[in-house]
């Protein structure tokens, strides 16, 4: 049900925006998060916005780098990277929770899309 994309190759320093989008059925009242899953690493969190729009979080590694944003009209939540790094390389996806405020935890999160690649060279 949801869709992310805007991922792509992109040269260490570079910058992309992702984007996901859901009916509004499975963004109403829930956060949303990001996360990404790196070649041999476990799936990670790397940020999530509440339903309004006003809590972020994000992981240490992409804390100054990525902005998570959301557009509760549009049914759709950005990922602004910015300062992309080699080691940002990996599957993103999005997630909606089953709660209105986000987690790190991947088990809060009932919704998955399929994810969108991305790949900073150095």
């Known amino acids: 049900q949801l869709q992310a994309s805007g991922g792509g190759l992109v040269q260490a320093g570079g910058s992309l925006r992702l984007t996901c989008t859901a009916p509004?059925?499975?963004?109403?009242?829930?956060?949303v998060g990001w996360f990404r899953r790196s070649p041999g690493k476990e799936r990670e969190f790397v940020a999530g916005?509440?339903?309004?729009?006003?809590?972020?979080i994000y992981t240490d590694s992409v804390k100054g780098r990525f902005t998570v944003s959301r557009d509760n009209y549009k049914n759709t939540v950005y990922l602004q990277m910015n300062s992309l790094k080699p080691e940002d390389t990996a599957i993103y996806y999005c997630?909606?929770?089953?709660?209105?405020?986000?987690?790190?935890?991947?088990?809060?999160?009932?919704?998955w899309g399929q994810g969108t690649l991305v790949t900073v060279s150095s």
């Open positions: 916005i509440n339903w309004r729009g006003g809590n972020t």
């Open positions: 509004r059925r499975t963004f109403s009242n829930n956060a």
């Open positions: 997630a909606s929770s089953r709660t209105a405020s986000p987690s790190v935890n991947d088990t809060t999160y009932a919704y």
